[in-house]
T-cell receptor, first 113, second 113 residues
Framework: DQQVKQNSPSLSVQEGRISILNCDYTNSMFDYFLWYKKYPAEGPTFLISISSIKDKNEDGRFTVFLNKSAKHLSLHIVPSQPGDSAVYFCAATINNAGNMLTFGGGTRLMVKP | DGGITQSPKYLFRKEGQNVTLSCEQNLNHDAMYWYRQDPGQGLRLIYYSQIVNDFQKGDIAEGYSVSREKKESFPLTVTSAQKNPTAFYLC????????????FGSGTQLSVL
C-alpha cells in the first residue's frame, strides 16, 4: 500500500506558465516533506522541503504548499522553464533521526518552449 | 569535488548469476542507502547503513545483500534469489541523523539477459 502517491504520471506545460505537481499521503505521522528532481540517467537532487508546522515554503521559482487536513502537498513552479523538464518525486518522513524517506511514484514534467 | 560514484552505469545479469553494484562516496557521510526505482513506483529502500560494519534491511531486501567495511563504500550484491532484478539502482548518502537530506549517485541500470 503506497503511503505517498503522485497520481499524475506526467504533466505538460508551456514555458512561462505555472506548473503544479501534486502529492497525497496517507500516514498522518508524516511531518516532514521533500521534493526531489531527477533528470534521465542521473540521481535525484533535493529541491525543496517543508515541515508540518508550516503551510508554505518558497525558494525562488519553487513553492511548496502543505494542506495537513487533506494530507496533500503541491509544488508550484513559476514561471516554468524548459530546463525544469524532469521527473519530480515527492517524499515524506517522520522527523526523527533514523526515519527513512517514503517516496511517491514521480511525475514527469515536460515544459514546452 | 565531493560526491557519490556508482559503477558500472549499465550491467547485465545472466540467469543464476550474482552481480555486485559499486557505490563510493567522498562526502564523509556516515549513512549510506540503496534504492531501487521501477517505472511508476518511485524509489524503494533496499538496505541502509548508518555506521561502518552495521546495516539494516529496508522495505525490499529479499534477494539482495550488502556490506559496509569502509565508511566510503557500500556495495550491493543482487543475488540469484532476486527473481525480478531489472531496475534502476540508486545509491545515496547522508549525514548521521539526516536521512531526509539524501545525496544520490547517478545510478546503475541492471538488466537480465
Amino acid at each position: 500500500d503506497q503511503q505517498v502517491k503522485q497520481n499524475s504520471p506526467s504533466l505538460s506545460v508551456q514555458e512561462g506558465r505555472i506548473s503544479i505537481l501534486n502529492c497525497d499521503y496517507t500516514n498522518s505521522m508524516f511531518d516532514y516533506f521533500l521534493w526531489y528532481k531527477k533528470y534521465p540517467a542521473e540521481g535525484p537532487t533535493f529541491l525543496i522541503s517543508i515541515s508540518s508546522i508550516k503551510d508554505k515554503n518558497e525558494d525562488g521559482r519553487f513553492t511548496v504548499f502543505l494542506n495537513k487536513s487533506a494530507k496533500h502537498l503541491s509544488l508550484h513552479i513559476v514561471p516554468s522553464q524548459p530546463g525544469d523538464s524532469a521527473v519530480y518525486f515527492c517524499a515524506a518522513t517522520i522527523n526523527n533521526a533514523g526515519n527513512m524517506l517514503t517516496f511517491g511514484g514521480g511525475t514527469r514534467l515536460m515544459v514546452k518552449p | 569535488d565531493g560526491g557519490i560514484t556508482q559503477s558500472p552505469k549499465y550491467l547485465f545479469r545472466k540467469e543464476g548469476q550474482n552481480v555486485t553494484l559499486s557505490c563510493e562516496q567522498n562526502l564523509n557521510h556516515d549513512a549510506m542507502y540503496w534504492y531501487r526505482q521501477d517505472p511508476g513506483q518511485g524509489l524503494r529502500l533496499i538496505y541502509y547503513s548508518q555506521i561502518v560494519n552495521d546495516f539494516q534491511k529496508g522495505d525490499i531486501a529479499e534477494g539482495y545483500s550488502v556490506s559496509r567495511e569502509k565508511k566510503e563504500s557500500f556495495p550491493l550484491t543482487v543475488t540469484s534469489a532476486q527473481k525480478n532484478p531489472t531496475a534502476f539502482y540508486l545509491c545515496a548518502s547522508s549525514r548521521q541523523g539526516a536521512a531526509r537530506k539524501l545525496f544520490f549517485g547517478s545510478g546503475t541500470q541492471l538488466s537480465v539477459l
